[in-house]
């Protein structure tokens, strides 16, 4: 939050993102932000876990397997399509 604010003020985009603790919370925040999304383990090395998904039934997998490596993820909403 202290980074998209810090960014926010010289006026450069950042990603809306949610930081999630559960499957729901996961689903709960990408209907929020629209699909798709990325979803990334917090306090993960090496990328485990994190991917894009167009759908909430790809987040939910996506979200599963993140959550065995971490008990954060972040969803981001990509700039970009």
Do not use: C, W
């Amino acid at each position: 939050k202290i980074f998209a604010e810090r960014i926010a003020e010289i006026n450069e985009k950042v990603a809306p993102s949610a930081a999630v603790y559960s499957i729901q919370e996961t689903l709960d925040a990408a209907e929020k932000l629209g699909y798709p999304v990325m979803a990334r383990a917090a306090f993960s090395l090496g990328g485990l876990g994190s991917g894009f998904a167009n759908s909430k039934e790809e987040l939910r997998s996506l979200a599963q397997q993140a959550f065995a490596h971490s008990n954060q993820l972040i969803i981001d909403k990509p700039l970009k399509r």
